[in-house]
C-alpha cells in the first residue's frame, strides 16, 4: 500500500470517535475535529488542516472548547513538526500529553501465529468489559469515558470493534484489555486501545493480547494493519511484531 495512503488512514484514525452519533464535529476555519460528550481533554481532537492563518485558527478553537468548558487534544502531524506549530500551541498554553510522542505505524501480513502462554488466557469479549479495570490499566479516573471509548456495541458506519480481555489462568477477574477496529471496508485492522494492570506488567501480557487480535483479524482475511505506538511504551513492542514506522506524531493538551 502506497505510504502517503496510509499516513492519512494512520491520522483519519485518530478522529474515528467524531463519527459516533454523540459527538459534533467542529466548523472552524483550517482546522478539522470534534467535541465528545465528554470534558477531559484526550476525549477531543483537533487537527490543523492548512497553514494559513494558524495563530487565529488556534485561537477560534480555544475559544470554541472554552465556552463548553472541555479541553482538548491537538493531534500534531510531522508537516506540522516542520512548520513549528508545536511552539505555537505551547504558547497558546497547550502542554505535551501523557503519551506526548507516538509513532504511526503499518504492518502488512497473511498469518499471525500465537505464542503458547501457559500463564495467560487471551478471551474476546462480545458485551462492554470490566470498565473498572480498563480504566485502572490505562489510568483514567473515573469509568464512564473507556467505557464510552471501548464499547463493542457502538458500531457505526463501516466500523467494526473487537474487544478482548487477559486473565491469569484459572482466576476470573481480568488483568488487561486489547481493543481493535476494522476499518476502510474492513480492509485494514486498527490496533488501538490496550493496557494492562500496573502489577502485570512485564510478562508478556501486553504481546499475547496483540498477537491475539492480530491472528484473529488475519483469520477474517484481513493482512493490513495500522497503530498508533506510544514512543516509551508500545512502541518497541510494536516493532518487535514486524511493524515499521510511517510517521512520527506529537499530542498536545489544553484545558480551560
Not at 92 to 101: I, L, V, Y
Not at 134 to 140: H, K, L
Not at 211 to 239: E, H
Request: proline fraction near 4%; hydrophobic fraction near 35%.
Amino acid at each position: 500500500m502506497d505510504k502517503k495512503n496510509v499516513e492519512r488512514i494512520i491520522i483519519d484514525s485518530l478522529f474515528l470517535t467524531a463519527h459516533r452519533p454523540e459527538s459534533t464535529l467542529l466548523k472552524l476555519e483550517g482546522v478539522r475535529g470534534y467535541l465528545s460528550p465528554f470534558k477531559l481533554a484526550y476525549a477531543n481532537r483537533v487537527q490543523l488542516v492548512n497553514a494559513f492563518n494558524v495563530d487565529s485558527s488556534i485561537q477560534s478553537t480555544i475559544d470554541f472548547f472554552k465556552t463548553r468548558n472541555a479541553g482538548l487534544t491537538w493531534v500534531v502531524t510531522s508537516k506540522d513538526i516542520d512548520l513549528g506549530l508545536p511552539e505555537k500551541l505551547v504558547m497558546n498554553g497547550f502542554s505535551p500529553c501523557r503519551f506526548h510522542k507516538i509513532s504511526g505505524m503499518y504492518l502488512e501480513c497473511s498469518d499471525a501465529p500465537l505464542e503458547e502462554n501457559p500463564v495467560i488466557k487471551i478471551e474476546e469479549i462480545f458485551t462492554d468489559g470490566n470498565t473498572e479495570m480498563i480504566a485502572r490499566a490505562y489510568g483514567y479516573n473515573d469509568i464512564d469515558y473507556p467505557k464510552y471509548l471501548y464499547s463493542v456495541t457502538s458500531n457505526h458506519g463501516d466500523i467494526q470493534n473487537r474487544l478482548y480481555q487477559a486473565y491469569v489462568q484459572d482466576k476470573n477477574n481480568p488483568i488487561g484489555y486489547g481493543f481493535c477496529s476494522y476499518i476502510e471496508n474492513n480492509s485494514i485492522a486498527l490496533m488501538r486501545g490496550a493496557a494492562v494492570l500496573p502489577e502485570y506488567r512485564g510478562k508478556g501480557v501486553y504481546k499475547a493480547l496483540f498477537r491475539r487480535r492480530l491472528a484473529d483479524a488475519c483469520q477474517t482475511g484481513i493482512q493490513r494493519f495500522v497503530t498508533q505506538a506510544a514512543r516509551d511504551t508500545s512502541y518497541s513492542t510494536c516493532l518487535s511484531l514486524g511493524f515499521e514506522e510511517i510517521c512520527p506524531l506529537e499530542l498536545y493538551e489544553w484545558s480551560p
